[in-house]
Structure formats: structure tokens, C-alpha cells
């Protein structure tokens, strides 16, 4: 540590010489728009920034080689950094390709922002990690992307909304498409309104949620092309939230400050709001989602060492605490590597808003989530704060970028228009030789994989994988990680070849295309190949009313009920079917259909469930049987006839004719006086009744005919009369 210090004093003599009359350095929170809009309204020539890049590497030169010396060991244990190299753009933005090449871009050129009326382009590099070649591919839509939100399509083209207006720095309403394949840009669809800091994410559907950036209100890319509000979401929220895909579908909202949302985006959209996540409002912390249903959030706010972790798996997210960073952090980055863990780089310690020459942190830290804790790894050479950006590459390194490009930057001198990889510990082999670890090999994969479906994986270490997982291709600005993902999947192993099995379902991993990475037993990945997730899983349904068997009489009012649902999206409509006959559909829960004035038959039902990108689903049959209308049985007095006398006191035998066309006659009740009084039954055929010491008197005589379908006929009358002793 004595020469560290003896370093730190000569380098600090020499930066004073260099250097200009002191200057403030930034510690008023910037979090706000309208410091924002102060903040980045510095834009250099081309003469001012190699001066800016040399102020910046003569005021740190001292800081850095303390946090080397102090973080030095064997690389297998705390990794290590390559060289500095020096890119043609701040990597303010940057997203990885399909094509594993880095797409990077800043702003407008070398002069200030305020000097230009029009803002027709954007400074863009795509670098080659491979070769270390950079091939310009500059924004030529005549408007100028800077500030921008970005994040992948399904496709994995890379889809940009918003970005800079003026020298006010106001947002625009354009968005943009970037083509990896042939490296060219074009117009997507206005939005409502200018965004300038916006978050892109891409949804179950492979829609693109476009949230923030000055508007209220939510708007949605649709698959198409097309755009539309979410007019029952407005909320403000602060600039670049922190937006993930949950488990349930729906669009989880983790920060930056404390209140922990979720945005359902069907339809006109609707927010539901849980407890705090925590008490901090971590401005310019980061987050990362590194397992299904599970986010790490750190830093932030004062320069915070504080790590949460928040399980969004079931109906309400669950937090809990995890170890802190062994440094505070703002303005960092954290991400998601091959293996699961999550890699922290650069900000600073101090709280300052934006940077802090002084106080800048140089150790990257690694967070395992199997034992919850941080180790220190080795140190940049360079300090990242400010507009810096981290990003995963498909060989398991990590890209680290950018930092500059604001007032208080140039007031303290920061810029960083260079790059560094950080290769991790999990690549060295542990014998202390500083040697590359044997990698696994993935000799064939499939290039498209569809949701819960086998996926081939031809590798020669099958035996020895501990690991499948899909991680999605980063995008990243201001540390904010728009789409990284981890998804582990589930595998078997035989000779020379993995089975996984894709994940289950949209809402665990977007459509789109992602890194699969296998991990051998010691924890080395191999190299990653690209993989698009695809296809839509289809919705359940099943009938729950009437019962199978079920039976009915004609003309027949039959209900039917239906119970569907989506595993990664939303039932848009239920059919319900007789045979192929479509009878009708719901669009909404609980689904049902009334059929009326159904006829005698035998039916096989059905109801076909139909989700939002329209994969459907037909239920199993249920068979019922509508019987024909009951006839009723025909009923008539054959004796005594009409008219007929008796003598006083006799007994009078009742005989009856009744019958049944579509069943049986099951009684027959005779009665006299029109019904008053019930005189007996008989249920057999011939049907009669013998009425004893019948009174005197006219009375007038009938029959009721009862048939098994429960209908009943009664005869027409006989008047008979019985004389007086």
C-alpha cells in the first residue's frame, strides 16, 4: 500500500499541473427530467475529446492502479481485464446482434449539442468482438436516436424508441429499426407522443412495451408493426424504469424507486400496485433478472451497497435481503453471466449524481445466487460512471463501455470513448497458471425452438454438464439492462448429446433470440450459440357444463359452459361447437353459451379456445341426448255409456281405454263430479274401476291417463244418472 500511495501523490501532482481551476463534482441528485435535460446537453469536437480522454486517464491513473494492486490474484479467482481500447463512439447504448457483434451509438458529432438546429443522425459502431473490427453504421433516418429506449423483436432485429429532438432535448416521436444482417436503419410507426429516456420491453406476445420518456401513457408496438396507447396505464414513473416480463404474464415494474407495480398490458392496460420493495429510491442503481421469476436489484441512490432480492413467481412479489456490495455503488452496471451469477461494474462510491473522479470503483464484485454473497473480482483500468454500459458476449466475457457526454463530465474532465473486456474467473483454469479452462463445445444446436418442445444439443462433453440455459441478448443504457434474462433449462444427457426442454412457456422467456450456453460440472460454459425462441403455446379449455350424458327434452334449452386459459397470454374468444356447427362464442370469463329450442337428437359438443396470437385449443367432446316432445296418451270412458241409468245403490263397473304412442300409460285414475271426487286408480290394461252403492243422483263420470313422460290426458265426461229407491 505504500507504493500505491507514493503512485496516487506523484500521478495527483501531475493531474494538478494539467488540470484546470477545480470544479464542482456533481453530488446534487440528478434523477429528474429537467436535470437530465442540463446534464446531457454536452456534445464535444473533435479536438476536445482526445483532451477529455487524457484528463480522464491521467485524473484516475492513480485510483486504478490502487484498485489493481488491491484486487490482484490468480485469475482464476478473480478474473481479468484486457486492454483499453479505444472505440469511434461512447458506448452510451449498446446491444448485442445475432450475429454475436456489439451494436454501440452516442449522439449527433464532435460539436456542442446546442449548436445544431437539427439533430439528422446519430454517431453508431458495430464492433466485432472476434476481430476487433468496427464497422460504422450510422442512424441516416435524419433524426437523431440519442437517449433512446432499445430492445430486441422477435426477429432479433433491434427496435429503438424515442431519442432526441433539439438542442432543448426533446423527445422524439419516431421510432427505429436496426437490421443486423445488413446493417441499415429504417422508420417504424410515430408514437403518440416524443419520448426521450424511455424503456423498451419486449412482452409474452412479442409486442414491445414502450413506457416513459416524458408521456404518461403506455404505448405498445405491436407484432404487426403498428402502435397503441394504453390509455388506462398512465402513470408516471421515473425515467428508464426497470421493466421485466413476470411469470404471470404481465409487466413487472422493480424500480427505481420503491414501489413494486404490475401492468397488465391487454387491452387498454391497468396497473396494480404492491408494498415498498424496499426503503431506498435507487436512482442510477441496476437490476437483473438472473432466474425465472427473480430479480437482483443493488446500489443506487447515495452511492448504496444494498442488494435485494425480489421473487415475482407468485401472486404478490416477495423480497428479501441479500449480502451488500463489498463497495456502495450508483451509476454501475450489473449483469447476468453464462453461469447465472451476476457481474457488478463500475459507479461510484461517493453518491454523486452523475460522476466522481475521486470516488470512482474499479473492482467488478460477482453475485452467486446460491450462496447469496459478493466477491471482489479484478479491477478496470478505466472508470465507468456516467453513460458507461456493460454487456454479456456470447463467449461468456463481459463488455464494458462508454462513460461521458454530460455538463458535469466536462466540468470534471470524464470521458471514456473506449471499451474493456472482463474475462471472468469460470474461464481460467484453477491450477493458479493463468491458462484458459477447457471449455465445453456445442457442435450443433437448433436455431429456432419452440415453447416446451426438445431441444438437440450435440456436444461431446454430455456427460460432464451441469448446466443448459437460454440467456436473452442484452441492450443496455444509463444501467438499465432492457431485456437480459436467465433461463435455466431443464435437461437429459446421453452419449455425445443434450435433450433440454424449452422453456414451458412466453411469459418465462419473450419470444426472440437468446444465447444457449451449456456449463461443464466445474463451472466453465462453453461458447454460446444463438437460438430464436418461437412458436405460442396454446390456451386449455375444457367443457364443465352440462355433464357427458347429459339429457334433454325437445325443444331443449341447453347451457354450456367452457373453462379456458393461456399459459402466456390471454383467451381472446371461446367457440362453442355441435358436430362441426358453430353455435356462438364468449369473449370473456366465465365463457358460456345458451342454446335454445334444440330438437331431438344426440349431440357431440365442443368449445374451441382461441388466445391473442391465435393459437387455439378444442376441448374434449361431451355427448348428450335431447330426447323428442312427449306425446300424451289418448283416454276415453268406454262403459257406461253416455246417458245411462242405474238403479239406487248399484255398483257400476268404470271401464277405460287409454294408450300411449311414444311410451306407456302408467295409471289411469277415475273420477266423478269433474274430478271432485277421486274414485280409484288402475294401473294394467284393461283399466276399469268398480263403483260401489253409487248415490243417487246425476253424476257426471271421467278418467285421467297418466303416461311415463309425465303427461297426462283426461277423457271427455259421461253423465250418468242413479235413481231413487
Given at each position: ?163 432526441n429532438l433539439n438542442s432543448q432535448l426533446q423527445g422524439i416521436v419516431q421510432t427505429h429499426i436496426f437490421n443486423p444482417v445488413t446493417n441499415s436503419w429504417s422508420l417504424g410507426q410515430n408514437m403518440a407522443a416524443g419520448r426521450w429516456y424511455p424503456t423498451v420491453t419486449p412482452l409474452r406476445n412479442g409486442e414491445m412495451l414502450i ?307 451449456v456449463v461443464d460440472a466445474g463451472g466453465v460454459p462453453s461458447v454460446a450459440r444463438m437460438v430464436t425462441l418461437t412458436g405460442n403455446s396454446a390456451p386449455s379449455v375444457s367443457i364443465t357444463q352440462p355433464a357427458s350424458g347429459a339429457t334433454f327434452t325437445a325443444p331443449a334449452a341447453v347451457g354450456i359452459v367452457a373453462s379456458a ?128 252403492n253409487a248415490p243417487s243422483g246425476s253424476h257426471m263420470l271421467g278418467i285421467r291417463a297418466y303416461d311415463n313422460g309425465g303427461a297426462v290426458t283426461t277423457s271427455a265426461p259421461v253423465r250418468i244418472t242413479v235413481r231413487t229407491r
Amino acid at each position: 500500500m505504500r507504493v500505491g500511495s507514493a503512485v496516487r501523490v506523484v500521478l495527483a501532482a501531475a493531474l494538478l499541473a494539467l488540470s484546470p481551476a477545480p470544479v464542482a463534482l456533481g453530488h446534487g441528485v440528478v434523477d429528474g427530467r429537467e436535470a437530465h435535460l442540463a446534464e446531457d446537453s454536452a456534445v464535444h469536437d473533435a479536438a476536445a475529446e482526445p483532451r477529455l480522454a487524457a484528463r480522464t486517464r491521467t485524473a484516475t491513473a492513480a485510483d486504478a492502479a490502487v484498485a489493481a494492486a488491491a484486487t490482484a490474484g490468480d485469475e482464476h479467482v478473480v478474473g481479468q481485464w484486457g486492454p483499453v481500447m479505444d472505440w469511434p463512439v461512447v458506448g452510451v447504448h449498446v446491444a448485442l446482434l445475432p450475429n454475436g457483434k456489439v451494436l454501440a451509438y452516442d449522439s449527433v458529432g464532435d460539436n456542442a449539442t446546442e449548436t445544431y438546429p437539427v439533430h439528422d443522425h446519430t454517431r453508431v459502431t458495430v464492433w466485432d468482438p472476434v476481430t476487433g473490427a468496427q464497422t460504422p453504421a450510422w442512424v441516416d433516418t435524419g433524426f437523431n436516436v440519442f437517449c433512446s429506449g432499445l430492445a430486441h423483436l422477435a426477429d432479433g432485429s433491434l427496435f429503438l424508441a424515442g431519442g432526441n429532438l433539439n438542442s432543448q432535448l426533446q423527445g422524439i416521436v419516431q421510432t427505429h429499426i436496426f437490421n443486423p444482417v445488413t446493417n441499415s436503419w429504417s422508420l417504424g410507426q410515430n408514437m403518440a407522443a416524443g419520448r426521450w429516456y424511455p424503456t423498451v420491453t419486449p412482452l409474452r406476445n412479442g409486442e414491445m412495451l414502450i413506457i416513459e420518456g416524458g408521456p404518461n401513457v403506455p404505448e405498445v408496438r405491436t407484432t404487426t408493426g403498428g402502435l397503441r396507447t394504453l390509455g388506462g396505464a398512465a402513470l408516471g414513473l421515473p425515467l428508464y424504469p426497470w421493466i421485466d416480463v413476470a411469470p404471470d404474464g404481465r409487466a413487472f415494474y422493480s424500480g427505481p424507486d420503491q414501489t413494486m407495480r404490475s401492468l397488465n398490458t391487454d387491452g387498454s392496460g391497468a396497473w396494480q400496485s404492491f408494498g415498498q420493495r424496499d426503503a431506498i429510491n435507487r436512482g442510477y442503481g441496476s437490476h437483473a433478472l438472473y432466474d425465472v421469476g427473480k430479480i437482483l436489484v443493488a446500489g443506487g441512490a447515495g452511492s448504496s451497497s444494498d442488494a435485494r432480492v425480489i421473487d415475482i413467481n407468485g401472486a404478490t412479489p416477495h423480497v428479501a435481503a441479500t449480502a451488500p456490495m463489498a463497495s456502495g455503488r450508483r451509476q454501475h452496471n450489473l449483469t447476468v453471466l453464462a453461469d447465472g451469477s451476476v457481474l457488478a461494474t463500475g459507479g461510484n462510491s461517493s453518491g454523486a449524481s452523475l460522476v466522481d473522479l475521486a470516488n470512482g470503483v474499479y473492482a467488478a464484485e460477482r453475485w452467486d445466487p446460491a450462496t447469496g454473497t459478493w466477491t471482489t473480482l479484478a479491477a478496470e483500468q478505466v472508470t465507468r460512471q456516467y453513460h458507461s454500459t456493460a454487456l454479456l458476449l456470447p463467449d461468456g466475457r463481459v463488455v464494458s463501455s462508454g462513460g461521458g457526454i454530460c455538463g458535469t463530465c466536462d466540468a470534471v474532465g470524464y470521458l471514456a470513448k473506449n471499451a474493456q473486456v472482463f474475462t471472468p474467473p469460470y474461464l481460467f483454469k484453477r491450477d493458479g497458471s493463468g491458462e484458459p479452462a477447457p471449455r465445453p463445445v456445442i457442435e450443433n444446436a437448433p436455431g429456432l425452438a419452440t415453447y416446451g418442445a426438445p431441444m438437440q444439443i450435440g456436444t461431446p462433453q454430455a456427460a460432464s454438464i451441469g448446466k443448459v440455459s437460454l440467456v436473452r441478448l442484452g441492450a443496455v443504457t444509463h444501467s438499465v439492462n432492457m431485456e437480459q434474462r436467465y433461463v435455466p433449462l431443464s435437461f437429459t444427457a446421453s452419449a455425445g448429446e443434450l435433450t433440454a426442454t424449452a422453456p414451458a412457456s412466453a411469459n418465462v422467456a419473450p419470444p426472440g433470440v437468446y444465447m444457449l450456453f451449456v456449463v461443464d460440472a466445474g463451472g466453465v460454459p462453453s461458447v454460446a450459440r444463438m437460438v430464436t425462441l418461437t412458436g405460442n403455446s396454446a390456451p386449455s379449455v375444457s367443457i364443465t357444463q352440462p355433464a357427458s350424458g347429459a339429457t334433454f327434452t325437445a325443444p331443449a334449452a341447453v347451457g354450456i359452459v367452457a373453462s379456458a386459459s393461456d399459459p402466456d397470454g390471454t383467451v381472446a374468444k371461446v367457440e362453442f361447437f355441435s358436430g362441426p356447427t358453430k353455435l356462438g362464442e364468449d369473449t370473456t370469463a366465465p365463457f358460456s353459451f345458451d342454446w335454445t329450442g334444440v330438437p331431438a337428437g344426440t349431440y357431440s359438443l365442443t368449445a374451441r379456445a382461441t388466445d391473442d396470437l391465435g393459437a387455439h385449443t378444442t376441448s374434449a367432446a361431451r355427448t348428450v341426448t335431447v330426447s323428442p316432445a312427449n306425446s300424451p296418451p289418448t283416454a276415453a270412458i268406454t262403459a257406461p255409456a253416455d246417458g245411462a241409468t242405474f238403479p239406487w245403490h248399484p255398483t257400476i263397473t268404470i271401464a277405460a281405454a287409454a294408450s300411449d304412442s311414444d311410451g306407456r300409460v302408467v295409471r289411469v285414475e277415475f273420477f266423478r263430479d269433474g274430478g271432485a271426487t277421486r274414485l280409484g286408480e288402475d294401473t294394467t290394461a284393461p283399466y276399469s274401476y268398480r263403483w260401489k252403492n253409487a248415490p243417487s243422483g246425476s253424476h257426471m263420470l271421467g278418467i285421467r291417463a297418466y303416461d311415463n313422460g309425465g303427461a297426462v290426458t283426461t277423457s271427455a265426461p259421461v253423465r250418468i244418472t242413479v235413481r231413487t229407491r
